[in-house]
């Protein structure tokens, strides 16, 4: 009987600590400063924007494509200086270098794309 008491009181402790480590610091659950990306893309020579437009952050798997406006937003980015390539059928590709985004902050540019 002594011995059930030893590991339910252990066990206790145990469940115990661990609720206050992870309320107490754990980098996982804290949120971390994000930056967004956004902006308006349209063709180079009518200025009109272009609807489907893939734009990704060089290397990484994030892709989002415009709305039926040219519009596209990218969130949740960490600080820091990324390149986008945009992609289109029937336009040449633009690289974006060198996009400069800080914590808490949403960049907005427009984007002009040229037909092939």
Same mark, same amino acid.
């Given at each position: 009987?002594?011995?059930?008491?030893?590991? =339910?009181?252990?066990?206790?402790?145990? &469940?115990?600590? #661990? /609720?206050?480590?992870?309320?107490? *610091?754990?980098?996982?659950? !804290?949120?971390?400063?994000? =930056?967004?990306?956004?902006?308006?893309? &349209?063709?180079? #020579? /009518?200025?009109?924007?272009?609807? *489907?437009?893939?734009?990704? !952050?060089?290397?990484?798997?994030?892709?989002?494509?415009?709305?039926?406006?040219?519009?596209?937003?990218?969130?949740?980015?960490?600080?820091?200086?990324?390149?986008?390539?945009?992609?289109?059928?029937?336009?040449?590709?633009?690289?974006?270098?060198?996009?400069?985004?800080?914590?808490?902050?949403?960049?907005?540019?427009?984007?002009?794309?040229?037909?092939?």
């Amino acid at each position: 009987m002594k011995t059930i008491f030893r590991i =339910a009181t252990i066990a206790s402790f145990a &469940l115990i600590f #661990n /609720s206050f480590a992870s309320a107490e *610091g754990n980098p996982t659950n !804290v949120p971390a400063a994000t =930056a967004s990306v956004s902006g308006k893309v &349209l063709d180079i #020579n /009518s200025g009109e924007t272009l609807a *489907g437009v893939a734009v990704t !952050v060089e290397g990484t798997d994030l892709k989002v494509y415009t709305d039926l406006d040219g519009h596209f937003t990218i969130n949740n980015l960490e600080p820091g200086t990324y390149n986008l390539i945009l992609s289109m059928i029937s336009y040449n590709n633009s690289l974006v270098e060198n996009v400069q985004l800080n914590a808490n902050e949403k960049e907005e540019m427009d984007i002009k794309l040229g037909n092939k």
